[in-house]
């Protein structure tokens, strides 16, 4: 679970790598594109520029480079050729990149086109989540600090926390242990080490935590219907704090 220095440069590459994926793509993310034809864009990136691997192909059946995540979808999106973007969408994507075997994974919101302010707010409110849960995490401190971090701001304005699916220790494996929860108690779960390695991905509802599974195996929307949002790092713990591997252009910590 605790990384060495060649493993750790490992690991910044394949952040660096996942977070250009989203940087690329931003200005492809337009009423009128379908998810399908952004998912191609980003897997020939991939494959062809950065000579990498997108880990998602294939992963348990899943066939598609990103997910792609609109409106009420909460995660696991499957890009589709005849799903367009409109005025006044918000969609999540999601993308992991290997590279030498390690794992960079990240998300990011868009707005597409015009969107309305309440659905502004809960965008920006989640990237607020993720970035106090990044906050949060120093060696010495425990797991329930971060997950709280998140659950009080969410809360503090009137959304809810996904409780089904959580963030989770990345290396060579994609999913590892621990698991990230979202929300939880101060000073409980397990200890942060510095050279852990996780992501913290809030997923935020406008509308009440639960969720349905629709029959593709993979799309997950909320059960009321109201939009839902998400952001994703993956973050390496340092002596005094964290270091944000999949740091964007757009972002400074
Ligand atoms: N990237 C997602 C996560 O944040 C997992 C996607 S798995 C897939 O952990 F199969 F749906 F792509
Ligand atoms: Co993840
Ligand atoms: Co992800």
């Known amino acids: 679970m605790i990384k060495s220095i060649e493993e750790i440069n490992g690991m910044r590459e394949a952040g660096k790598l996942a977070a250009e994926v989203l940087d690329m793509v931003t200005d492809f993310v337009k009423p009128g594109i379908s998810t399908g034809e952004l998912d191609k864009i980003c897997h020939d990136y991939i494959v062809e520029e950065q000579k990498a691997v997108p880990a998602n192909v294939g992963y348990r059946g899943f066939e598609k480079t990103l997910c792609t995540s609109l409106n009420q979808v909460i995660c696991h999106g499957i890009p589709d050729d005849k799903r367009f973007l409109k005025n006044g969408d918000i969609l999540n994507i999601d993308v992991t990149v290997i590279k030498d075997g390690w794992h960079g994974d990240t ?19 989640t990237q607020e989540c993720l970035y106090k849960g990044i906050k949060a995490v120093m060696p010495g401190a425990k797991l329930g600090d971060v997950g709280h971090a998140i659950q009080e701001h969410a809360e503090k304005n009137h959304y809810s926390v996904v409780e089904e699916y959580c963030g989770h220790g990345i290396g060579k494996v994609y999913h590892d242990e621990p698991q990230i929860l979202h929300y939880g108690t101060p000073n409980t779960g397990l200890e942060i080490k510095e050279g852990m390695c996780f992501t913290i991905e809030p997923m935020i509802n406008l509308g009440t935590k639960f969720t349905k599974k629709l029959s593709d195996g993979w799309t997950v929307e909320t059960k009321d219907g109201r939009n839902s949002a998400q952001w994703e790092h993956t973050i390496l713990v340092t002596k005094k704090g964290s270091e944000v591997l999949t740091k964007r252009s757009d972002e400074n910590f």
């Open 107 to 125: 998300s990011k919101m868009f707005l597409v086109g015009k969107t309305e302010a309440h659905n502004e707010r809960l965008v920006s409110i």
